[in-house]
């Protein structure tokens, strides 16, 4: 289990910070009792970092995220985002920051222009100011083409850029990010991830909640993974795999009818751990890596057991959360019946 749920790279001295959130907490009634939605959440987020919520649905990272952004009253800790008191000083906050929610929040029938002119002088912005700035942020997020168009006509990728693109026209110092891919297929997906990069490179410092493993390890520079309301790990991605040593090796069998066979044989060999039935595979963790490969091969071979496909992969984010919680984050986000919104 990895124990240092804060790493030490949270706790710097303040240089740079933007986002300074301590114990924070959550509670909401439902069904009769009380859900602990977000129990003691620590983190810091420098100017300039993509930091990432990682964790399934249900983890407490949507609460988090609407607390920061005064969506949300905090129960219990402090949270000061641009240097200001989130709890003393809602209204200030705001006008530091961008908020782009799950769904979006674009009028379909006004085209992208007319949205984000709205958007602007919702934030005080007068019509010089929003002539310059519109085309500005239509050419950073590939909308301009798409300006006179309405809303209503736009692919789903489109939309979500021009989602963001209402979350940036006011220039925040800080833009939240809620699941901002979910939906989208991996071209649109990866097109959004470079567009949220190089608002980063310009200075924006952006927060976004995910539960796409390969979204936070290409996309962010730390994250910390969330299960249950509360931080279980977090660091730079590379930092967090490689507490994990070794690899996952993820094999099929020839008969579906030994998988579970197959599955006691490889818990009974030493140098694997945490042998998992997934769908129609099994999951090893190989703490030694490549070399446990001939190993787990001779134990089925002489259990009778015939194998049908064997992969070798390095640690993943998804073996840091098995490690930290004892079940796959894959399974977990699958696995969920108890969404953000259902607590809300």
């Not at 859900?35 to 649905?57: D, I, M, T, Y």
Request: net charge negative.
């Amino acid at each position: 289990m990895i124990t240092d749920a804060i790493p030490t790279s949270l706790a710097a001295d303040g240089t740079g910070v933007m986002i300074d959130v301590q114990d924070l907490e959550k509670t909401f009634a439902a069904r009769a009792r009380r859900v602990h939605a977000v129990a003691g959440v620590s983190f810091r987020v420098f100017k300039g970092e993509v930091f990432g919520l990682l964790g399934p649905n249900g983890a407490g990272k949507t609460t988090t995220m609407r607390m920061l952004t005064t969506l949300l009253p905090i129960d219990a800790g402090r949270a000061v985002v641009a240097g200001v008191d989130v709890a003393a000083r809602p209204g200030e906050v705001r006008r530091h920051i961008g908020y782009v929610s799950q769904t979006g929040g674009a009028d379909t029938l006004a085209t992208g222009q007319e949205n984000l002119a709205l958007q602007g002088a919702l934030y005080g912005m007068g019509r010089a100011q929003l002539s310059r700035r519109i085309p500005e942020v239509t050419a950073l997020l590939d909308l301009g083409e798409l300006a006179e168009r309405r809303v209503k006509t736009y692919s789903g990728g489109q939309r979500r850029r021009l989602d963001v693109a209402l979350g940036i026209i006011h220039s925040p110092e800080v833009l939240f990010l809620d699941e901002p891919s979910t939906g989208l297929d991996p071209q649109n997906r990866a097109n959004l991830w470079a567009h949220v990069s190089a608002l980063a490179s310009q200075g924006t410092t952006v927060v976004l909640t995910t539960h796409y493993l390969e979204e936070a390890d290409q996309l962010c520079d730390r994250v910390v993974i969330v299960d249950e309301g509360r931080i279980v790990a977090g660091g730079t991605p590379a930092e967090l795999k490689a507490k994990v040593a070794g690899a996952t090796v993820t094999l099929s069998v020839a008969d579906p009818a030994e998988r579970s066979r197959a599955a006691e044989t490889l818990a009974q060999l030493a140098g694997l751990a945490d042998v998992a039935i997934e769908d129609e595979t099994l999951r090893v963790h190989a703490p030694k890596g490549a070399a446990a490969v001939p190993g787990v091969l001779h134990a089925l071979d002489a259990a009778g057991i015939g194998v049908a496909s064997l992969s070798l992969t390095e640690a993943s984010l998804d073996d840091v959360f098995l490690a930290a919680t004892g079940r796959s984050l894959r399974d977990a986000a699958a696995g969920s019946q108890t969404t953000e919104r259902a607590r809300r």
